[in-house]
């Protein structure tokens, strides 16, 4: 992946992470830097990336530490689809949509180069009606001609590049005053999903930032 120091060392910061090459506890960012060859303002930046991913927990006067994580295999579904298989009529409001080059957060998330477009929705996703989820989600511009009108994931199985799977993170967060389309005020009881979504063939094709109501959504998880 061509792009900024930070990224590339980011890309492989976290393939050795999530092969365990790094071990529990990292070296110091000094010794991490000299290791690497880099400076330790990259090696930071790079660090930054991979702890708001979740990868990473920093401890103030401890040291950085490999996330522990349960990993788990789940049904890969869109929101309409998930909406109807839980009874509700699902629609969408489509807040934002644009074609604009890479933020250095997609560019990360879906392994872009610099320069490169993606396609931005925000949308506000309803059940019968009613506010459920607010949602951010970035794909590579080769994926869509356009932007749906109806569920996206519709549109990308026409175009042959269905998701096949995905990794999601889930948190609980509380809901600010840009959340107000989901009808809670500030302060209430929200689920915060990041998920990437993986073509057949390894691709990225999806980015997604969702935050759905604490006091409407469960997540419900077929372990296997």
């Known amino acids: 992946m061509a792009g900024p120091r930070y990224l590339r060392l980011a ?10 090459l790094l071990g529990r506890v990292l070296p110091s960012e000094r010794e991490l830097a000299r290791a690497l060859g880099v400076s330790r303002s ?21 040291g950085t530490y490999a996330a522990q994580r ?12 998930e909406m109807e298989a839980l009874g509700f009529k699902p629609a969408t409001r489509l807040l934002k949509g644009e074609r604009a080059r890479a933020t250095p957060e997609e560019a990360f998330h879906l392994r872009l180069s610099p320069g490169e477009e993606v396609w931005r ?43 096949a799977r995905a990794l999601q993170r889930l948190r609980a967060v509380l809901a600010k005053e840009e959340d107000a389309l989901l009808g809670v005020p500030p302060g209430s009881p929200l689920l915060h999903l990041e998920r990437v979504s993986y073509l ?19 997540l419900l998880v077929e372990l296997r």
């Open 121 to 163: 929705l925000e949308r506000l996703r309803l059940a019968d009606g009613e506010p459920m989820a607010l949602e951010r989600a970035s794909l590579p511009a080769w994926a869509l001609e356009a932007l749906p009108e109806g569920s996206l994931y519709q549109a990308l199985e026409a175009r042959g590049l269905r998701p």
């Open 42 to 62: 990259t090696l930071r930046r790079a660090l930054d990336l991979l702890e708001a991913e979740g990868l990473l927990t920093r401890r103030q006067g401890s």
């Open 11 to 20: 890309e492989a910061l976290k393939a050795d992470l999530e092969r365990g």
């Open 200 to 218: 057949a063939d390894g691709r990225l094709i999806e980015f997604v930032k969702s935050r759905y109501r604490g006091d409407r959504y469960e």
């Open 70 to 81: 349960a990993t788990f295999q789940a049904r890969l579904q869109g929101f309409t689809e």
